[in-house]
């Protein structure tokens, strides 16, 4: 599975914006709302694609792109912060069926949290996803040690969708 950085002036100024202590609610909330879209439009450029003939209103015959994935897509937001995040990845991609998955870390008790945390999902709602066909982007702006992410990719992975996508803007390193 490819990874794709923000790594562009405009991507690393929001980015900025959001890891800055200082930033109030709802500067964070519309930043997340644009890396949302742009991460939008980095997943788009990795879809299948077809080159398409079309006419304009002159009535000249004019080839062009056609997203063939655009049709066959399910978004899913794991809540917590990614509201914002899914916000712009409809707008990227309005057509798209969306779900839902409520998870709660389990409390531990110790000095040391374990590498891989117990993860409840208590809540899941995500649309049929058809088999070979469907691309599947599951929406979380931070991953800390991945169990939560772990286990929805899990459940997602088990109806076989053509791809899966995973839409985040900070992944920490453990500790």
């Given at each position: 599975?490819?990874?794709?950085?923000?790594?562009?002036?405009?991507?690393?100024?929001?980015?900025?914006?959001?890891?800055?202590?200082?930033?109030?609610?709802?500067?964070?909330?519309?930043?997340?709302?644009?890396?949302?879209?742009?991460?939008?439009?980095?997943?788009?450029?990795?879809?299948?694609?077809?080159?398409?003939?079309?006419?304009?209103?002159?009535?000249?015959?004019?080839?062009?792109?056609?997203?063939?994935?655009?049709?066959?897509?399910?978004?899913?937001?794991?809540?917590?912060?990614?509201?914002?995040?899914?916000?712009?990845?409809?707008?990227?991609?309005?057509?798209?069926r969306?779900?839902?998955?409520?998870?709660?870390?389990?409390?531990?008790?110790?000095?040391?949290?374990?590498?891989?945390?117990?993860?409840?999902?208590?809540?899941?709602?995500?649309?049929?996803?058809?088999?070979?066909?469907?691309?599947?982007?599951?929406?979380?702006?931070?991953?800390?040690?991945?169990?939560?992410?772990?286990?929805?990719?899990?459940?997602?992975?088990?109806?076989?969708?053509k791809?899966?996508?995973?839409?985040?803007v900070?992944?920490?390193?453990?500790g």
């Open positions: 599975m490819p990874l794709f950085l923000l790594s562009e002036p405009y991507e690393l100024h929001i980015l900025t914006q959001l890891r800055d202590k200082n930033t109030d609610q709802i500067t964070f909330r519309k930043g997340l709302v644009r890396l949302g879209r742009i991460i939008g439009y980095e997943i788009a450029n990795t879809m299948d694609h077809e080159i398409t003939e079309v006419e304009t209103p002159l009535g000249v015959k004019t080839k062009g792109v056609r997203i063939v994935d655009l049709d066959n897509l399910v978004i899913v937001n794991i809540l917590r912060a990614a509201s914002p995040l899914v916000e712009g990845l409809l707008k990227a991609f309005p057509g798209a969306q779900g839902v998955v409520a998870a709660k870390r389990k409390e531990f008790e110790g000095k040391e949290p374990p590498k891989e945390m117990e993860v409840e999902i208590f809540y899941e709602k995500i649309p049929p996803i058809k088999e070979g066909i469907d691309n599947v982007i599951v929406a979380d702006p931070m991953i800390a040690t991945g169990s939560t992410m772990i286990k929805v990719l899990d459940r997602i992975a088990r109806q076989n969708p791809r899966i996508y995973i839409a985040s900070i992944i920490s390193e453990y």
